[in-house]
Nanobody, 116 residues
Framework: QVQLVESGGGLVQAGGSLRLSCVDS????????MGWYRQAPGKQRDLVAT???????NYQDSVKGRFTISRDNAKNTVYLEMNSLKPEDTAVYYC??????????WGQGTQVTVSS
């Protein structure tokens, strides 16, 4: 059974930084496309960033230049480095794994709150 466990969320002032981590257990991590999504209160869940098994990355326009997604296949872990945080980045951040077979898995989410 695939399990994704996020950590690293918290409260930070605007302009600050946080690093989210997500450990993937139960799947062939290195073959998965991994991603981070976020959902603010009353809004839909949106893509933040993805990274393929080959290391290709993709970002939502609003986070380009501020956020960096990376992965460590030896640790089955994907990271989201978030810099220059803004109040509008406040949301629950979810880790996502997409397997080569098209199966999608979600973590439980971690809260990120950016105060102005």
């Amino acid at each position: 059974q695939v399990q994704l466990v996020e950590s690293g969320g918290g409260l930070v002032q605007a302009g600050g930084s946080l690093r989210l981590s997500c450990v993937d257990s139960g799947s062939i991590f290195s073959s998965n496309t991994m991603g981070w999504y976020r959902q603010a209160p009353g809004k839909q869940r949106d893509l933040v960033a993805t990274i393929t098994s080959g290391g290709r990355t993709n970002y939502q326009d609003s986070v380009k230049g501020r956020f960096t997604i990376s992965r460590d296949n030896a640790k089955n872990t994907v990271y989201l480095e978030m810099n220059s945080l803004k109040p509008e980045d406040t949301a629950v951040y979810y880790c996502n794994a997409l397997t080569p077979y098209g199966l999608r898995y979600w973590g439980q989410g971690t809260q990120v709150t950016v105060s102005s």
